[in-house]
T-cell receptor, first 112, second 111 residues
């Protein structure tokens, strides 16, 4: 099935470092969602974005809706061990459907 | 609000058997989604409902797969004549607007 490109695929960082990841699409989206998934569980919604250029924060997490409407970015500041997990982006196109397409995921590992 | 629930959480079945999964969305959420997720991949869209109407189905949803939401509340996903390639996590999500909330998933293992 169709999936969005997420980068990087995985990252190992030291506790306290900042993290950046992005998601790109060949289509224009009108909604971007960012999720975190722990092993064996369903994804948990972190941030939702609805307008090009929008910057939204949720605690140490900040996400941006790209100006081109074809990309989105997620930043995590001052990472802690519980940030470990897989982060997924999801986007909805402007074509009148309510179908979401998910990214391939960024696996984050935090070294204490 | 108890969140999205799915039952069962785990299912092991033999190839060729039929299985049925249930999803209970957040109450009053009018849209309900089914996804399939395999190891190392993001969730892949299967189908979604607006109330009881099934509005879109993925090509991934072969003839062996069928989903229903008869009263616009809970939904079921049935897989007939299961194959080993059906082994995956099946996720359900619901929404009333744009923010999708997921259940814990049903992990299917076909032996």
């Amino acid at each position: 099935g169709q999936q969005l490109n997420q980068s990087p695929q995985s990252m190992f960082i030291q506790e306290g470092e900042d993290v950046s990841m992005n998601c790109t699409s060949s289509s224009i989206f009108n909604t971007w969602l960012w999720y975190k998934q722990d092993p064996g569980e369903g994804p948990v919604l972190l941030i939702a974005l609805y307008k090009a250029g929008e910057l939204t924060s949720n605690g140490r997490l900040t996400a941006q809706f790209g100006i081109t409407r074809k990309d989105s970015f997620l930043n995590i500041s001052a990472s802690i061990p519980s940030d470990v997990g897989i982060y997924f982006c999801a986007g909805r196109t402007t074509s009148g459907t309510y179908k979401y397409i998910f990214g391939t995921g960024t696996r984050l590992k935090v070294l204490a | 609000d108890t969140g999205v629930s799915q039952d069962p959480r785990h299912k092991i079945t033999k190839r060729g058997q039929n299985v049925t999964f249930r999803c209970d969305p957040i109450s009053e959420h009018n849209r309900l989604y089914w996804y399939r997720q395999t190891l190392g991949q993001g969730p892949e869209f299967l189908t979604y409902f607006q109330n009881e109407a099934q509005l879109e189905k993925s090509r991934l949803l072969s003839d062996r797969f069928s989903a229903e939401r008869p009263k616009g509340s809970f939904s079921t996903l049935e897989i007939q004549r299961t194959e080993q390639g059906d082994s995956a996590m099946y996720l359900c999500a619901s929404t009333n607007a744009n923010e999708q909330y997921f259940g814990p998933g049903t992990r299917l293992t076909v032996t």
